[in-house]
């Protein structure tokens, strides 16, 4: 498996920003960093991508490290429906989700 | 655009009989994925089909499951004979054929709502 290490839980207060860290230092060349989150009773979301460089999309910002064994999901204004678990993963098409981080935002 | 669905949303079994999950993708994804989440485990993959061809099937846990995607559309997950440790919650997902994006090639997957089994 493709492991990733991510801290178990995370809060943020509400309208500020969220940086959710990710280690995964087994990541081969040609693998992808996927962030995925899911909201309580619904299937995983995908958030965002990225392979080498920094990525940027209307639900968040993806930071990869210059040697690829990290990456930081960027959450701008955190709102409470941003409340989910946050997975990274990187694999091809056999997703591997870990545990995730459990994000609660606080109003 | 229809998402992925997902039938039934739940499912309540006896241990030994027989459940059918299944799964409809995204109109004209040909990737279609099945994942599932048992009792305080992480989400695991099951296994991949490219159309109606099993792809990879390394994540299926035994003999008991057989998954089907006759015609390349809809997909089935039936469970025979149903253990305890089935219950869970069972996701699909399914994704286009990767696409070039001017230097990269990607496929993101669009989960479904999962089905919920619990056998007792």
């Known amino acids: 498996d493709a492991k990733t290490t991510q801290p178990n839980s995370m809060e943020s207060n509400e309208e500020e920003p969220v940086h959710l860290p990710c280690n995964h230092s087994t990541i081969s060349g040609t693998d992808y960093i996927h962030w995925y989150r899911q909201l309580p009773s619904q299937g995983p979301e995908y958030v965002i991508h990225?392979?080498?460089s920094n990525v940027n999309n209307r639900m968040a910002s993806l930071a990869i490290a210059e040697d690829r064994k990290s990456s930081t999901l960027i959450l701008h204004r955190a709102t409470l429906r941003d409340a989910a678990v946050y997975y990274c993963i990187h694999t091809g098409n056999q997703f591997y989700f870990g545990t995730g981080t459990s994000l609660t935002v606080i109003p | 655009e229809a998402g992925v669905t997902q039938f039934p949303s739940h499912s309540v079994i006896e241990k030994g009989q027989t459940v059918t999950l299944r799964c409809d993708p995204i109109s004209g994804h040909d990737n279609l994925y099945w994942y599932r989440r048992v009792m305080g485990k992480e989400i695991k993959f099951l296994l991949h089909f490219v159309k109606e061809s099993k792809q990879d099937e390394s994540g299926m846990p035994n003999n008991r499951f057989l998954a089907e995607r006759t015609g390349g559309t809809y997909s089935t997950l039936k469970v025979q004979p149903a253990e305890l440790e089935d219950s869970g919650v069972y996701f699909c997902?399914?994704?286009?054929?990767?696409?070039?994006?001017?230097?990269?090639?990607?496929?993101?997957?669009?989960f479904g709502p999962g089905t919920r089994l619990t056998v007792l």
């Open positions: 990225g392979l080498t």
């Open positions: 997902a399914s994704s286009p054929r990767p696409r070039w994006n001017g230097g990269e090639t990607y496929n993101e997957q669009f």
